[in-house]
C-alpha cells in the first residue's frame, strides 16, 4: 500500500537553529502534500500545501517565511522550521495525494510524523 | 467553511463493548468523510471513508461508519472493540471542489479500553 516516510521521526534543536524535515512517498508519486501541525492533545492543524514544482500555499496565520517548504519531486517535500523557538515545538505530520488519485476525492496518506522540541 | 465537531473528548470502554464514537460536520455541500486513528506518537491511518452511495461503509479493523444527511452525521462504530483499538480517533471532512481537496478536522476522542 502507499507509504508516506518522515525523517526525522523526533529532533531536539537549540532555539534559533533551523531544522528540516523531510516527507517521502515510497512507493508512489505525490504531486500534492500537505503539512500539518499537532499541538498535544489537539487535532491537526493545516499549514501548507505544498505542489511540486511551484509554491507552497500557506494557511491563514502561517508564517511563511517561518517554515519553509519545497517541493522537489513528486516523492519528496521539505519542511524547515527557521531559526525555531520553544514555540515552535510541536508534532509536524505530512500527508500525500497520490497522483493517480482523483483530486476531488481527498483520500490522502499520512506520515508517522516528526516531533520537534526546541529548547 | 466546513467545521467538524466530536463531543467527546474522552470515552472509556470495556473490551469487547461496543463502541459509537460521534462526530457531526457543518458543510454546504455533499461532503467526503474519513475517520482516521492515531496511535500514540504516530502518524494517522485511514479507518474508512465515504464519498457516496452506501451509507453505512465498513472499514478496516472491524469499524463502520453511518452517514446520516439528516443529522449531519459520521458516527463511527465497532461491535466489539479489542485492547488494541485503543488510541486517538478523528474524524475529517475534505471539500469536494475540484482542486481544493483540504481536510479539516475534528478535536479528536481518545479511546480507553478497559480489561
Known amino acids: 500500500g502507499a507509504v508516506v516516510s518522515q525523517h526525522p521521526s523526533w529532533v531536539i534543536c537549540k532555539s534559533g537553529t533551523s531544522v528540516k524535515i523531510e516527507c517521502r512517498s515510497l512507493?508512489?508519486?505525490?504531486?500534492?502534500m500537505f503539512w500539518y501541525r499537532q499541538f498535544p492533545k489537539q487535532s491537526l492543524m493545516l499549514m501548507a500545501t505544498?505542489?511540486?514544482?511551484?509554491?507552497?500555499?500557506?494557511e491563514q496565520g502561517v508564517e511563511k517565511d517561518k517554515f519553509l517548504i519545497n517541493h522537489a519531486s513528486l516523492t519528496l517535500s521539505t519542511l524547515t522550521v527557521t531559526s525555531a523557538h520553544p514555540e515552535d515545538s510541536s508534532f509536524y505530520i505530512c500527508?500525500?495525494?497520490?497522483?493517480?488519485?482523483?483530486?476531488?476525492?481527498?483520500?490522502?496518506?499520512f506520515g508517522e510524523g516528526s516531533r520537534l522540541t526546541v529548547l | 467553511a466546513q467545521s467538524v465537531t466530536q463531543p467527546d473528548i474522552h470515552i472509556t470502554v470495556s473490551e469487547g463493548a461496543s463502541l459509537e464514537l460521534r462526530c457531526n460536520y457543518s458543510y454546504g455541500a455533499t461532503p467526503y468523510l474519513f475517520w482516521y486513528v492515531q496511535s500514540p506518537g504516530q502518524g494517522l491511518q485511514l479507518l474508512l471513508k465515504?464519498?457516496?452511495?452506501?451509507?453505512l461503509v465498513q472499514g478496516i479493523k472491524g469499524f463502520e461508519a453511518e452517514f446520516k444527511r439528516s443529522q449531519s452525521s459520521f458516527n463511527l462504530r465497532k461491535p466489539s472493540v479489542h485492547w488494541s483499538d485503543a488510541a486517538e480517533y478523528f474524524c475529517?471532512?475534505?471539500?469536494?471542489?475540484?482542486?481544493?481537496?483540504?481536510?479539516?478536522f475534528g478535536t479528536g476522542t481518545r479511546l480507553t479500553i478497559i480489561p
Open positions: 500527508s500525500a495525494r497520490e497522483v493517480r488519485v482523483p483530486m476531488n476525492t481527498g483520500e490522502l496518506f
Open positions: 475529517a471532512v475534505g471539500i469536494s471542489n475540484f482542486g481544493n481537496e483540504k481536510l479539516t
Open positions: 512507493d508512489f508519486q505525490a504531486t500534492t
Open positions: 505544498s505542489n511540486e514544482g511551484s509554491k507552497a500555499t500557506y
Open positions: 465515504y464519498f457516496s452511495g452506501d451509507t
